[in-house]
């Protein structure tokens, strides 16, 4: 069993950074693939971010490219989202999520476990 938690997010205005923390329990943290997914009021959840078990590797939407960095800690059962240059189009909340095994790393449902989420608000 795998609980996360999120924080770090608030009300910024475009163009500035927040960065997200999610702290995960357990001492299995290091074999998990983790992911960063939002939702907007209205939408569908959406993949953000994802990163291997060692942080080796990390795959983005394109509509975060070049502007979001996932990160881990391994040794602080942590994962970060550094998130820059936000937009408007960037306002939601904001969930990590951990998958033992992943194939379809862009998917929900791949993923076994889900924080509570954390809002982010990106002002015009």
């Known amino acids: 069993q795998v609980q996360l938690v999120e924080s770090g997010g608030g009300l910024v205005q475009a163009g500035g950074s927040l960065r997200l923390s999610c702290a995960a329990s357990g001492r299995t943290f290091s074999s998990y693939w983790m992911g960063w997914f939002r939702q907007a009021p209205g939408k569908e959840r959406e993949f953000v971010s994802v990163i291997n078990s060692n942080g080796g590797r990390t795959y983005y939407a394109d509509s975060v490219k070049g502007r979001f960095t996932i990160t881990r800690d391994n040794a602080k059962n942590t994962v970060y989202l550094q998130m820059n240059s936000l937009k408007p189009e960037d306002t939601a909340v904001y969930y990590c999520?951990?998958?033992?095994?992943?194939?379809?790393?862009?998917?929900?449902?791949?993923?076994?476990?889900w924080g509570q989420g954390t809002q982010v608000t990106v002002s015009a």
């Open positions: 999520a951990a998958a033992r095994l992943l194939r379809l790393w862009a998917a929900g449902t791949e993923y076994n476990y």
